[in-house]
Nanobody, 117 residues
Framework: QVQLVESGGGLVQAGGSLRLSCAASGIIFGINDMRWYRQAPEKQRELVAT???????NYADSVKGRFTISRDNAKNTVYLQMNSLKAEDTAVYYC???????????WGQGTQVTVSS
């Protein structure tokens, strides 16, 4: 019953911008930290950004200053604004939550981001 649905991926040129959205259902959204991960082909999945229940944020060094994570608790949605995109940002981006209720780890289906030169 828990679902995380990502959207907003696509093909953009280097230097461009894209905003990803993750709509959550089946969880008490406001009490959970939310995270964005990404995974490129044949590479390990990496943590990109975190936003806590108290709106504290943290970013991977590779995206700091370019990406911004935010949340809208009224819409049960977390966002990832990506600016100054680079070719190395190309990956499938996943929304993730370690839910307090119901207890468990939940992943979205992923959305493809491709950055071309």
């Amino acid at each position: 019953q828990v679902q995380l649905v990502e959207s907003g991926g696509g093909l953009v040129q280097a230097g461009g911008s894209l905003r990803l959205s993750c709509a959550a259902s089946g969880i008490i959204f406001g009490i959970n930290d939310m995270r964005w991960y990404r995974q490129a082909p044949e590479k390990q999945r990496e943590l990109v950004a975190t936003i806590t229940r108290d709106d504290n944020t943290n970013y991977a060094d590779s995206v700091k200053g370019r990406f911004t994570i935010s949340r809208d608790n009224a819409k049960n949605t977390v966002y990832l604004q990506m600016n100054s995109l680079k070719a190395e940002d190309t990956a499938v981006y996943y929304c993730y939550v370690e839910s307090l209720w119901p207890i468990g780890d939940y992943w979205g289906q992923g959305t493809q981001v491709t950055v071309s030169s």
